[in-house]
């Protein structure tokens, strides 16, 4: 019977034990405690985020200032007008239970991170110190209803990303020196009831906004022109402070739905329907008598057009031959124009140099070769000429600014030589530093530069933290320029291979930086952009690096919009970046720039070229020597680059090989693609937990064994 009583007791006992840890302690998942500690450093640890600690493990538990939590995953981060000053890190995209990120009324500073909450509902940054433009990556959080960037110093136009966005209902961009035209993605914003934008620096026209279903909008103090459209008169719409057109609007174009308001029987209050109707009676013309005049002169066409075939159709087949060959191709380039003509100018949209041919690995139509037969195009170049779409956003330089600033283009700063042409820097009488890109002719032949505005204008809508920006153009006495900014620590190929006595070898997390910051580059050129863009030529000599060692892709857009660039490329076809079926078919795709991304990946891993003939044979082709030894890791401890001197965590470094491994495979349909290699590269951050000191302010000068010799996180 005793024996009884103590099992009793003793099973009372566990129970009681048993619950005790989950009711007391909070259990709080280890990634949100880890970003939550990796924001507290990125935040400067200021004090007044009370219960927040460096080294804390349980946030919900402790109840860290601030955080809200449902069971054991953070759901919502309110840290509004505690006088903040810092960053805000660089894992919150680790915290996907988090629907709720306010900051608002604090002093934090540079550019908004990248890496957000990718479940976010509401996103409140307003009046911080934020700069630079809106991350594309929240074009990617679809389930966004609030978005508030207010008050701050964003100054980049509008990235055109917010085709997702149908969720959102409040857009606050006001008061930030934001320039452009507005995007054409904003006509998907098909739940908007509020937009703020007064107060900056926006352009052109506000026709995206006409079929909104919005209820208030204020675009006051821009610089938009144009007419404001009658779909917008009946709602709350603050518009002093612009350049607005006056006299009648011309028609809209066809297919633009009437001027009255949908659903808004709820919201305004009065009688929208009868706001509608007074307009149509003011109108001078109603829809029917409109309808009669369209359907007349249809009638009369078709009845000319029926006369005209049947002239034709009695001549002889060469001079139908004869005629086929004159009218058709000019009246075939306007209508395309006329079509690229009403679209705006912040969109993406299949040109002369579209890129489907390549990425579908199928030979393009008929009609978009044929365009650029040279008898052909000589015919059309007024045509293509006058109707060709002005650059966007970017300055139009004179040969003799940029031969001032380049010293005539003196050797002394020939920063390299490109596939495309020379790359020098310009440096202005203002003190303004910039890189440009002289164009050989055999990249543009004279029949095709009349189309290097189109490239220009183009190339100009690219805008992404890791892209090289372009800046501006020349185009003058038969000379094509591109003016991009400049980058300091020049190319990635040269840390990695030249020898310099100031340049201290890359220390690990730079490298894996490098690595993320290039696959996102990618990861926009080729899921983001619309339609997308194959880059074709990554190399580690086109990733160049800033102040604080930061990857920009250049040449991004350029090997696509360039109708000669497979033949521009041709030389680095043996350089060890092509993929294989490219060098058999000479079909340049998606799945061949990961291959080319993985070698660049293998050259930051190991140190080595590409393809190096001063090896042995068996060592020349970086790919054939390496990919047998990635899943070694006593081979590739030893395949490490010497410079990092063993400085690296054994763990992240395995990481780091298998996704080379999955990147560099020979069947391009086993390749990733680029949106996987950035959240591996992303989760490969978060587990080796880096220090804020080396990941956020890399300044490669040689570690300390302390910071990068310990395991990571399993």
């Not at 409140?124 to 978005?147: C, D, E, H, M, V």
């Not at 031959?321 to 079509?339: G, V, W």
Request: hydrophobic share 35%; proline share 6%; charged share 20%.
């Amino acid at each position: 019977m005793n024996w009884r009583w103590r099992e009793l007791i003793s099973l009372i006992l566990l129970c009681i034990l048993g619950w005790k840890p989950s009711s007391i302690q909070g259990a709080t998942d280890p990634t949100d405690a880890s970003a939550l500690r990796v924001l507290y450093s990125s935040l400067n640890s200021p004090s007044q985020l009370t219960k927040w600690n460096a080294n804390g493990d349980d946030p919900c538990g402790q109840s860290w200032k601030g955080i809200t939590c449902s069971g054991t995953r953070v759901t919502e981060i309110n840290l509004s007008g505690l006088g903040l000053s810092g960053s805000l890190g660089y894992q919150l995209a680790s915290m996907a239970s988090v629907t709720n990120l306010d900051v608002s009324n604090n002093n934090i500073g540079g550019e908004i991170v990248y890496q957000l909450p990718p479940n976010l509902k509401r996103l409140n940054l307003a009046r911080n110190n934020f700069n630079k433009g809106i991350p594309y990556s929240i074009s990617l959080i679809t389930s966004l209803q609030y978005l508030n960037i207010s008050h701050n110093q964003l100054q980049n136009p509008l990235i055109d990303m917010f085709g997702q966005l149908t969720s959102l209902f409040t857009l606050d961009l006001s008061f930030n020196a934001m320039s452009g035209n507005l995007p054409q993605s904003f006509s998907s914003l098909s739940g908007i009831s509020t937009m703020n934008l007064q107060n900056n620096q926006f352009t052109g026209t506000i026709d995206v906004l006409a079929t909104l279903p919005l209820d208030n909008l204020n675009v006051e103090n821009n610089r938009f022109t144009g007419w404001i459209p009658n779909q917008l008169k009946n709602i709350n719409l603050r518009k002093d402070g612009n350049s607005w057109s006056s006299g009648p609007a011309p028609p809209p174009p066809p297919g633009t739905p009437p001027a009255t308001r949908r659903n808004r029987s709820h919201s305004s209050g009065g009688s929208p329907s009868n706001g509608g109707s007074s307009e149509g009676q003011k109108s001078g013309l109603g829809g029917g008598a409109i309808a009669g005049i369209i359907i007349s002169v249809l009638v009369v066409g078709a009845v000319v057009a029926f006369f005209i075939v049947k002239r034709r159709s009695k001549r002889s087949s060469s001079d139908i031959e004869r005629l086929d060959n004159q009218p058709l191709q000019p009246l075939k380039m306007t209508a395309t124009q006329e079509m690229k003509s009403e679209e705006t100018s912040s969109t993406f949209y299949p040109t002369a140099f579209d890129t489907s041919a390549a990425i579908n690995l199928k030979p393009p139509p008929i009609d978009r070769h044929k365009s650029f037969d040279e008898d052909d195009f000589s015919k059309r170049a007024p045509v293509v000429k006058k109707a060709s779409a002005a650059p966007i956003n970017v300055k139009a330089y004179s040969i003799a600014d940029l031969q001032m600033a380049t010293g005539s283009f003196n050797v002394e700063n020939l920063l390299g030589e490109g596939s495309f042409g020379r790359v020098y820097r310009a440096e202005f009488d203002n003190g303004k530093v910039l890189a440009v890109k002289k164009i050989n002719s055999s990249a543009l032949p004279r029949e095709l530069a009349e189309d290097f505005t189109d490239i220009v204008s183009q190339v100009s809508q690219l805008h992404h933290p890791n892209i090289t920006e372009l800046v501006g153009y020349c185009s003058e006495h038969g000379q094509h320029l591109l003016v991009y900014e400049f980058h300091k620590n020049g190319s990635l190929y040269d840390f990695l291979h030249l020898s310099d006595e100031y340049n201290r070898p890359l220390i690990w997390n730079s490298r894996i930086k490098i690595a993320l910051g290039t696959a996102r580059a990618l990861e926009y050129l080729h899921e983001v952009c619309s339609p997308s863009i194959v880059h074709r030529n990554i190399k580690s000599a086109n990733i160049l690096l800033d102040a604080e060692f930061s990857p920009h892709l250049s040449d991004s857009g350029l090997e696509s919009f360039v109708p000669n660039a497979d033949q521009a490329l041709d030389d680095d076809a043996s350089s060890g970046y092509t993929a294989p079926e490219v060098a058999m078919s000479g079909q340049y795709t998606l799945k061949s720039d990961v291959y080319s991304f993985g070698v660049v990946m293998l050259e930051l891993l190991t140190g080595r070229k590409p393809f190096d003939s001063s090896r042995s044979r068996m060592e020349q082709s970086l790919v054939r020597w390496a990919t047998p030894q990635l899943h070694d890791i006593d081979a590739l401890t030893k395949m490490v680059d010497p410079e990092l001197k063993g400085l690296y965590p054994v763990k992240s470094l395995s990481r780091f090989a298998d996704v080379i491994a999955l990147c560099v495979q020979t069947e391009p349909e086993f390749r990733p693609p680029m949106s996987e290699v950035v959240e591996a590269l992303v989760r490969l951050v978060q587990r080796a937990n880096m220090s804020k000191r080396t990941v956020g302010n890399d300044n490669a000068t040689s570690p300390r064994g302390g910071e990068m010799g310990g395991e990571d996180t399993p």
